[in-house]
């Protein structure tokens, strides 16, 4: 079955110390992944991809297809960091690709 | 300049009744989505439609229903609403059917009361 499972719904940190947001997935096919974001009141966005191995805004995510993982990682958390983060699957069905979301972890920054 | 588009932002309404949500996009994508975010946060994806035809249709009960008149607008009608259907409905475009970066809408946060 496909899935993305984040297991963490909240993930509380101050400001300087380091994050990682977790994200494992299962599928039988090749594995392209993202992570989106939300920040408040805006519209979800795309922070990074696996396959283009950036670094946005301090995030890097490394695809790990022996433990089936893409762990968000950023070494020093800032308070603008503070959002909704979604890990995405994309799934190959029907003849074209859809995104299969994990349930999200809120990435709370304190002061 | 929105680049994704959705109408209204809040409905609420009494369960039974018919409702519309649209959605634009002005990126010149070809590919358009419908997403349905649970209480929980949990996002989900509903139809996708390319250049008008319907792609991708998941397990949606059939009083949902799509519409795409142009690559550019994709509305969702919803029939006889019932009380599970309230959740935020959050649109979103890509340029292809790939793995291409997708484009999410404001959402539409329905209430059925």
């Known amino acids: 079955a496909q899935r993305v499972t984040q297991p963490e719904k909240l993930l509380s940190v101050f400001k300087g110390a380091p994050v990682e947001l977790k994200c494992n997935y299962s599928?039988?096919?090749?594995?392209?992944l993202f992570w989106y974001v939300q920040y408040s009141r805006q519209r979800l966005q795309l922070l990074l991809r696996?396959?283009s191995r950036e670094s946005i805004k301090g995030f890097t995510a490394d695809l790990n297809k022996g433990e089936t993982s893409f762990h968000l990682k950023k070494p020093f958390a800032q308070e603008e960091d503070s959002a909704m983060y979604y890990c995405?699957?994309?799934?190959?069905?029907?003849?074209?690709?859809?995104?299969?979301f994990g349930a999200g972890t809120r990435l709370a920054v304190h002061p | 300049d929105t680049a994704v588009s959705q109408t209204p932002k809040y409905l609420v309404t009494q369960m039974g009744n018919d409702k519309s949500i649209k959605c634009e996009q002005n990126l010149g994508h070809d590919t358009m989505y419908w997403y349905k975010q649970d209480s929980k946060k949990f996002l989900k994806i509903m139809f996708s439609y390319n250049n008008k035809e319907l792609i991708i249709n998941e397990t949606v009960p059939n009083r949902f229903s799509p519409k795409s008149p142009d690559k550019a607008h994709l509305n969702l009608h919803i029939n006889s609403l019932e009380l599970g259907d309230s959740a935020v409905y959050f649109c979103a475009s890509s340029q292809g059917t790939g793995t291409d970066t997708q484009y999410f809408g404001p959402g539409t946060r329905l209430t059925v009361l």
């Open positions: 696996h396959i």
């Open positions: 995405a699957l994309s799934v190959f069905s029907g003849g074209y690709n859809k995104l299969i």
């Open positions: 599928y039988s096919g090749s594995p392209e």
